[in-house]
């Protein structure tokens, strides 16, 4: 098992910045793929960026340039770094990890956070 738990969420202005992080405890976390995919409100689920377990990133074309995901395997952190923020950002922000290599399909990631939500205005 791991257990996967988001801060860093909040209400902030459009063109403002925050930072995500992800927090992991369990199995190994440095053999873990780990992604940010977000919800807005009555929409599905949809991939933000991912990272895996070697450090090569994916980002979907909506944030590409904004948003850089990292991670620090001794603290067992994946972070989630959004500048440029646009209130289309706004949604319920949720980590996820899968072994190894990254996909952009949230079915295909085993273990889930709760969500963090974060709200952009304009």
């Known amino acids: 098992q791991v257990q996967l738990v988001e801060s860093g969420g909040g209400l902030v202005q459009a063109g403002d910045s925050l930072r995500l992080s992800c927090a992991a405890s369990g199995r190994t976390f440095s053999t873990y793929a780990m992604g940010w995919f977000r919800q807005p409100p009555g929409k599905e689920r949809e991939f933000v960026a991912a990272i895996n377990w070697a450090g090569v990133n994916t980002y979907a074309n909506s944030v590409r340039g904004r948003f850089t995901i990292s991670r620090d395997n001794a603290k067992e952190t994946v972070y989630l770094q959004m500048n440029t923020l646009k209130p289309e950002d706004s949604a319920v922000y949720y980590c996820?990890?899968?072994?190894?290599?990254?996909?952009?399909?949230?079915?295909?990631?085993?273990?889930w956070g709760q969500g963090t939500q974060v709200t952009v205005s304009s």
């Open positions: 996820a990890a899968r072994p190894y290599y990254t996909t952009v399909d949230p079915e295909t990631y085993d273990y």
